[in-house]
């Protein structure tokens, strides 16, 4: 029996994609090799390679100026890679607290350069976001998460300010329309919204690079990457490949447009039922819910495990909340469908009916 699949990463990828990579597996292409034996340095991989910047970018609706590498180490690597590539040991970076995603990307820069926190949701357990944001005119750049994976809230627009913005997009990324030319550098971990684990997104704008004098070495040096046309060393070819047939999944299904109508479905679904149940609450500020992790509780921990076990029972996996906060998380990924929104939502009246 097919799961309904409301893990948070790594999580749900479309049929199509997961049929095709098991193919290729056996016979990539028809090149009588695996995918997985092939050399990261023959035409086969540099085709996979080049399609899928060519989606990230038309995708983003970017130009030449910015470079998209696949890079090892996940999200978390990039948490230490953007300060080390960016940020002076005397100068000061304007960071977002918004979540622990985002804490970990302050605690790490710190290790390289200064931190100012250009606004903090702390005070209320990082269940709405503060965008009122105070950054020093002199910041190097502005990093935040546009989706607090972990706590259920996302940014529903970019951050006003001249310095550069940095984003770890790793939740939502091609999930909606968005001015990707706003942004100097966005990165993201594939497992959530394109891929399988193993690989990370990032894309660069070039005229960020080259500003600082510490020396990197170069296999954390975002230039070294670029100047060896995004294979320094060898990448995760299964993964990048993965990636890429998610998305060129993304482009012929109706592109973000599209991702961002079913999202809204989803998200709409669920949330008019959690706010029609007085059993399930959700725990964000309204205006800030995430459009792909609801994070939501019951009244005792009695009733969320029952519940659970319910959830167990119906074949729907992923829906207790991260270990930090408890309660109940459901992901609505890209390629989740809105009949797995529907039988969860179906699963909660049941469930308020028979504890009415
Ligand atoms: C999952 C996640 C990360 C961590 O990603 P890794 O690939 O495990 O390092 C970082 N940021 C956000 C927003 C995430 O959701």
């Known amino acids: 029996m097919k799961m309904h699949n409301f893990n948070s990463g790594p999580s749900i990828l479309p049929q199509e994609v997961l049929a095709e990579a098991a193919n290729a597996i056996h016979n990539f292409n028809n090149t009588g090799l695996s995918i997985l034996e092939i050399g990261h340095r023959t035409s086969y991989f540099e085709a996979v390679l080049h399609e899928a910047q060519q989606h990230v970018k038309s995708l983003m609706g970017l130009g030449n100026d910015y470079e998209v590498l696949y890079l ?66 002199n910041s190097a750049y502005l990093h935040y998460t546009t989706n607090n994976t972990v706590e259920g809230t996302q940014w529903h ?64 040096d975002y230039r070294k990457h670029i100047e060896a046309d995004a294979l320094l060393n060898t990448p995760p070819v299964f993964a990048v490949y993965v990636s890429m047939l998610t998305l060129r999944w993304i482009v012929n299904n109706g ?75 459901v992901s609505m990924y890209n390629a989740l469908p809105l009949s797995s929104v529907q039988a969860f939502c179906d699963l909660m009246t049941d469930f308020s009916n028979k504890h009415a």
Request: charged share 20%; hydrophobic share 45%.
């Open 72 to 137: 090892h180490g996940g999200a978390t690597t990039q948490f230490m890679q953007v300060p080390m590539n960016l940020l002076d040991a005397n100068a000061t970076a304007a960071y977002c607290d918004n979540g622990i995603w985002g804490n970990k990307a302050i605690k790490e820069a710190k290790l390289f350069g200064n931190v100012a926190v250009a606004a903090s949701s702390a005070d209320k357990n990082h269940t709405y976001i503060n965008k009122q944001l105070n950054i020093p005119a």
């Open 157 to 220: 627009h970019i951050p006003d300010t001249e310095v550069p913005v940095i984003a770890d997009m790793s939740s939502d990324i091609f999930c909606r329309p968005m001015d990707f030319n706003r942004f100097s550098l966005i990165y993201a971990g594939a497992q959530k919204n394109m891929g399988a684990a193993g690989v990370t997104l990032t894309v660069i704008k070039k005229d960020i690079l080259g500003k600082i004098s510490r020396a990197i070495p170069p296999i954390m």
């Open 255 to 329: 592109g973000l447009v599209a991702m961002e109508q079913k999202a809204k479905e989803r998200a709409d679904l669920l949330y008019n039922a959690l706010d029609a149940q007085p059993l399930f609450t959700p725990t964000v500020a309204r205006e800030d819910r995430s459009l792909m992790n609801a994070v939501f509780v019951l009244p005792t921990p009695e009733l969320e495990k029952e519940f659970l076990d319910l959830c167990k029972q119906q074949g729907m996996v992923g829906v207790k909340g991260h270990r930090s906060v408890g309660g109940l998380r």
